[in-house]
C-alpha cells in the first residue's frame, strides 16, 4: 500500500504562488508516477501534473508554464508549485500515486487540500 497526504493549501490572490505537497509513505519502490489532480465545485476531478520515475513531467494545457511538478530523490515528497494563480485554479487538489502491487499497477489516493484564488 501506498499512503499519501497533501498539505500547503490554502488562500491566495490572483497572480500569487502557492506550493502545495505531497508526503508519500509506505511500499515506495514500487511507485511509478505521482501525479496532481484538482476538482472545483460542482465539476469532475482533472489531471493537473504527472512526475515519472524518471523524473518525466506532463503538464495539463491549463497549467503549462505556472506549475511545476517536483519530486525528491526517494519519491517521500513530490511538490507543486503554482504561479500566476487564477480564480479558475480554485480546487481540491489531490496528489495520487501508481504504483506496482502483484506486478499490477493501481493508484493510491490522498485525501485532498483546499486551494482558494480571489480575484
Known amino acids: 500500500q501506498v499512503q499519501l497526504v497533501e498539505s500547503g493549501g490554502g488562500l491566495a490572490q490572483a497572480g500569487g504562488s502557492l506550493r502545495i505537497s505531497c508526503a508519500v509513505s509506505g511500499r515506495i519502490p514500487s511507485i511509478i508516477a505521482v501525479g496532481w489532480y484538482r476538482q472545483a465545485p460542482g465539476k469532475g476531478r482533472e489531471f493537473v501534473a504527472t512526475?515519472?520515475?524518471?523524473?518525466?513531467?506532463d503538464y495539463a494545457d491549463s497549467v503549462k508554464g505556472r506549475f511545476t511538478i517536483s519530486r525528491d530523490n526517494t519519491w517521500n515528497t513530490v511538490y507543486l508549485q503554482m504561479n500566476s494563480l487564477k480564480p479558475e485554479d480554485t480546487a481540491v487538489y489531490y496528489c495520487?500515486?501508481?504504483?506496482?502491487?502483484?506486478?499490477?499497477?493501481?493508484?493510491?489516493w490522498g485525501q485532498g487540500t483546499q486551494v482558494t484564488v480571489s480575484s
Open positions: 512526475i515519472t520515475i524518471r523524473s518525466t513531467t
Open positions: 495520487a500515486a501508481e504504483a506496482l502491487v502483484g506486478g499490477s499497477p493501481r493508484e493510491f
